[in-house]
């Protein structure tokens, strides 16, 4: 018994010489060598101190626009509240792609972040939408529609009440409806897939409404 109890008081002190190491490191900004060492003690204390460091570090990142790397740290840490850092921290991701005009990463967040039934709204014309769309292709929870604001809005042509799709308010209480999507590659589309001479027009049309005696 004698044995046993110098054993663990041998224990004790080795695994609290080992935190205030790992702290240490800490203050010197050996964030990795003090992460590293606390997963090994193993004790509470040890535990407590790694989770807090994990979601400074998490938090720095993210500022940092690191965001894959602050996502590595919040699954590693598990915990309700890095969970729930890490959805709100998507969320602002997905925003930013949307002022930065990347709208399929965009979507990609919001649909696979949420979980939920889902809908988001594609602001613009076929351009937007098709973004969207392959954003969105795969996740089931997910619906989209547009709220048209491009120069050709062909998609909504193919409904019998086009009109319906410059009415917030009726999107909004709008019933879904299961789409097929072209897959052309990697990519896909909704409702048509060009390639030549037609591509290069829809790509270029833009440019050609600013020439004299021209539009359509």
Request: proline fraction near 1%; charge should be negative; aromatic fraction near 8%.
């Amino acid at each position: 018994l004698k044995a046993l109890g110098s054993y663990e008081e041998s224990k004790t002190l080795l695994m609290d010489a080992q935190y205030q190491q790992a702290m240490a490191w800490k203050e010197a900004g050996l964030t990795d060598e003090a992460m590293a060492a606390l997963e090994n003690i193993g004790s509470e204390t040890a535990k407590a101190a790694l989770s807090a460091m994990r979601m400074e570090r998490a938090e720095r990142l993210k500022e940092a626009a690191d965001y894959e790397g602050a996502a590595r740290l919040y699954d590693a840490e598990g915990s309700a509240e890095a969970k729930a850092a890490l959805s709100a921290m998507r969320m602002e991701q997905a925003a930013e792609l949307v002022q930065a005009g990347k709208y399929e990463e965009a979507a990609q967040l919001y649909a696979a972040e949420s979980g939920e039934e889902y809908r988001i709204y594609a602001c613009g014309g076929d351009g937007t939408l098709n973004e969207v769309a392959a954003g969105a292709a795969g996740f089931g929870n997910a619906a989209i529609t547009v709220y048209s604001g491009g120069s050709g809005n062909d998609f909504v042509k193919i409904f019998d009440d086009p009109k319906a799709f410059f009415d917030l308010h009726r999107l909004m209480d709008a019933e879904e409806a299961t789409f097929d999507l072209i897959r052309c590659n990697d990519d896909y589309s909704l409702n048509i897939c060009s390639v030549g001479l037609d591509a290069r027009i829809g790509t270029d049309v833009a440019n050609y409404k600013r020439l004299p005696l021209l539009s359509g």
